[in-house]
């Protein structure tokens, strides 16, 4: 009845935007959040209050960023979005329009880098259900994964079925293209994406129409992950 406190409006905002097909996967990473938390609450506590919490504001504001890019280019994001909500694959006549790629083009690539960013939460999370500190891993410290290659930031919570949900589109290839010039339009047709990771790399195709697909498949992970931030950050367990 009352108008929520602001974590409370984000944490609504993030997850409405999967749609109400999906509210369960906001559930399910709001129990394995529960369940690392109920494995070791001291520890748990530790990581919130001494690593996290510092570390949350600015986490937000660079989601807030990617949020503002996705509004920018809503016309066209909009044509694939109940495609990624269904989880259905795109009908073969379906055509979206190009016309507006260059607004777009970065935005694969920017969420990517966003995602993979904020992939230490479900990380540090997941040391501590396996019975870790929450800055230990299997094979390294918090500080040296912070250090890896940001395509590799989802393997040590491989195995973790529920954080599957935070990189199910997680396509470094893509992302790459994007940031070094390895993107563009095929000659023959204003519907095929041509792209590349590296200079010597080969050119992979896509339509457009996947492209866009892709962009809220990763906008959907982000979502999901901006929820499980708010929850752990202010303990709305």
Not at 74 to 94: E, G, M, R
Request: glycine share 4%; hydrophobic share 35%; net charge negative.
């Amino acid at each position: 009845p009352e108008p929520p406190v602001l974590m409370q409006a984000i944490f609504l905002t993030a997850s409405t935007f999967l749609g109400q097909s999906r509210q369960n996967e906001v559930m399910s990473l709001t129990q394995e959040i529960r369940r690392s938390k109920n494995s070791n609450e001291t520890e748990f506590q530790r990581f919130r209050t001494e690593y996290y919490q510092e570390r949350f504001d600015d986490l937000i504001n660079r989601q807030i960023e990617i949020i503002s890019e996705y509004l920018s280019g809503y016309d066209q994001f909009i044509q694939t979005w109940l495609y990624a909500s269904l989880a259905k694959p795109i009908d073969s006549p379906y055509i979206a329009s190009s016309k507006d790629l260059q607004k777009i083009k970065m935005f694969y690539g920017n969420a990517f880098e966003e995602l993979s960013a904020g992939l230490f939460l479900p990380a540090c999370l997941n040391n501590i259900t396996c019975g870790r500190d929450y800055d230990q891993f299997d094979q390294m410290s918090l500080t040296k994964y912070l250090g890896i290659n940001k395509a590799n930031r989802a393997n040590p919570f491989i195995e973790n079925h529920e954080f599957y949900l935070l990189h199910d589109e997680f396509d470094s290839t893509l992302r790459n293209s994007t940031h070094h010039r390895g993107f563009r339009l095929a000659n023959e047709s204003k519907e095929i994406i041509e792209y590349r990771s590296g200079d010597a790399g080969q050119w992979k195709r896509m339509h457009y129409t996947e492209y866009l697909l892709k962009c809220n498949k990763i906008m959907f992970c982000m979502m999901r992950l901006l929820s499980m931030q708010v929850l752990v950050a202010h303990d709305m367990i």
